[in-house]
């Protein structure tokens, strides 16, 4: 099965500096690579995704980056805001059926 | 469109009661999934259903057992709660399509379950 890790586990940045959060997986065939957003007491929810013949995608503040020779992903959020404090999961899968989610990377947005 | 629902919210059981945790999906979505979530531990898959009157394991199935009622409902049992069954569960269905939002996975509010 696929083996994910997410570095960091925790990050704090100030308002409106960069946050990077990169996620390694172990299957080759994995061709699909989205980011979920928990807020705190909340369901998680998609907020990018990449396929595997997309070097990167931007979506306003945020973009999800692509190594797949690597095995890795990240994702980017800049000029931060309080409201992207968070738990941040990414989940990439080769099949439709099963994503497997790594850890999570609480991110915290200080004033 | 109300989504994914689940009930009930929040359960208390004490050790070797059992409990059917409900899910319903209003989007029409082929594939439906159940995850429990631990802190620091992620969202780790029980069992999900990639179409009606199917059903597989995922990555930690022992001491559950699901049922895919229907295209809208899959629901979740323990049939002797555990204190290790202690957890968030969330339901979750997705409709993978060629192309659009493929493999998104719309989750449910979740069900905060204590085994004493």
């Known amino acids: 099965g696929e083996n994910v890790e997410q570095h960091p586990s925790t990050l704090s940045v100030q308002e409106g500096d960069s946050a990077v959060i990169k996620c390694t997986y172990s299957?080759?065939?994995?061709?699909?690579f989205p980011w979920y957003k928990q807020e705190l007491g909340k369901r998680p929810q998609l907020i990018i995704d990449i396929r595997s013949n997309v070097g990167e995608k931007k979506d306003q503040r945020i973009a999800v980056t692509l190594n797949k020779t690597a095995k890795h992903f990240s994702l980017h959020i800049t000029e931060t805001q309080p409201e992207d404090s968070a738990v941040y999961f990414c989940?990439?899968?080769?099949?439709?059926?099963?994503?497997?989610f790594g850890t999570g990377t609480r991110l915290q947005v200080t004033l | 469109n109300a989504g994914v629902t689940q009930t009930p919210k929040f359960q208390v059981l004490k050790t070797g009661q059992s409990m059917t945790l409900q899910c319903a999906q209003d989007m029409n979505h082929n594939s439906m999934y159940w995850y429990r979530q631990d802190p620091g531990m992620g969202l780790r898959l029980i069992y999900y259903?990639?179409?009606?009157?199917?059903?597989d394991k995922g990555e930690v199935p022992n001491g559950y057992n699901v049922s895919r009622l229907n295209k809208r409902e899959f629901s979740l049992r323990l049939e002797s709660a555990a204190p290790s069954q202690t957890s968030v569960y969330f339901c979750a269905s997705s409709d993978p399509r060629p192309s659009g939002r493929s493999y998104e996975q719309c989750f449910g509010p979740g069900t905060r379950l204590t085994v004493l």
């Open positions: 259903s990639a179409s009606e009157g199917t059903t």
């Open positions: 989940a990439p899968t080769g099949t439709a059926s099963k994503l497997t």
């Open positions: 299957d080759s065939a994995s061709n699909y």
